[in-house]
């Protein structure tokens, strides 16, 4: 595995991302008793080298109870939360993008990429995740655990050798 500065290659996602579980490292603010009938906690971990700034967030259905934060260092994580609307009884659709800036000298190739990370928690029918519209040079993994009506994600972004 190489790890340089917060910064993890390809090769070694599996085994950091299996470590920082086995650890108990992964850690979600405590929750108030969840009224809404879906939500989605997610933890947006940054693996890269760069500032993950300038959050462009997106809701198709529900609402942000926790916004994006406004960046993510490198080596760092940032929590956001989304609940469905108690007057639409739906699930919950949104999306926050990213743009990479301040990379270190190895990342800097980086500069000014988007990371895009995803969820649809639906009123029925399986949940889905995604980082469609990440640039190319960025991988990314994620996890997710709790029920499939509140469901925690752990979305890991590192970049590819």
């Not at 949940?127 to 994600?153: D, I, K, L, M, W």
């Amino acid at each position: 595995m190489k790890l340089v500065q917060g910064r993890t290659s390809f090769h070694g996602a599996a085994v950091v991302v299996a470590a920082t579980i086995a650890m108990g490292l992964v850690a979600y603010p405590a929750q108030a008793e969840v009224s809404a009938e879906r939500s989605a906690d997610v933890n947006m971990y940054n693996r890269t080298g760069c500032t993950f700034a300038d959050p462009k967030e997106k809701i198709d259905e529900g609402q942000w109870t926790e916004s994006a934060p406004a960046e993510i260092q490198s080596g760092d994580s940032g929590y956001m939360r989304t609940e469905s609307d108690d007057d639409n009884g739906g699930g919950v659709k949104a999306s926050v993008t990213y743009t990479a800036e301040d990379c270190d000298a190895e990342s800097s190739a980086l500069e000014g990429k988007s990371l895009r990370f995803s969820w649809h928690v639906r009123a029925s029918g399986n949940n889905a995740y995604t980082s469609s519209g990440t640039a190319s040079e960025f991988y990314t993994h994620h996890r997710h655990h709790g029920s499939r009506e509140h469901p925690q994600v752990d979305a890991y972004f590192m970049v590819r050798d």
